[in-house]
């Protein structure tokens, strides 16, 4: 499984901003693949994986937006019972703690994405490597 990069976005904390937001990438014809937004100190924390992080990156800064960018580790796996499981108890097993988690679908071929917040995405995505090829057999 590759690693991909992560933006987690501040917004304020009040309707209509992640719409705003996610139609300006729309329009621009960035995909977001997988997101996840919670409320935090008063703002709205958006984390995104997208299809094109350069033109991503082009509409935040044209549109003035607080980011950050991330190497998280994704992983596809089988859409069944004890597969998130599979994955979390490898990574667990390899000693990475899982920071956080969230799910999107693969650009393409609509299978589902799981992206893994973890300290280490190179040695996590490896892992989930193996966990996958595990799922396989």
């Known amino acids: ?29 960035v995909n977001i693949l997988a997101f996840q ?3 935090s100190e008063g ?12 033109a991503a990156k082009n509409v935040l800064e044209t549109e003035r937006q607080s ?8 992983a596809k796996l089988p859409n069944r019972p004890g597969e998130l499981a599979r994955a979390a108890s490898r990574l667990g097993e390899s000693n990475i703690n899982i920071k956080y988690a969230y799910t999107g679908i693969e650009s393409g071929t609509n299978s589902p994405l799981l992206i893994f917040g973890v300290a280490d995405a190179t040695r ?8 996958a090829a595990a799922a396989r057999t």
Not at 43 to 54: E, G, I, Q, T
Not at 124 to 131: E, I, K, T
């Open 67 to 74: 980011y950050t960018e991330d190497e998280v580790a994704q």
């Open 124 to 131: 996590a995505a490896s892992v989930l490597d193996q966990a």
């Open 37 to 39: 937004t919670f409320s």
């Open 43 to 54: 703002k709205s924390v958006v984390r995104m994986v997208v299809d094109n992080p350069n």
């Open 1 to 29: 499984m590759p690693t991909t990069k992560e933006f987690s976005i501040q917004l304020e904390d009040r309707p209509g901003t992640l719409g705003k937001l996610t139609r300006t990438l729309g329009d621009k014809g």
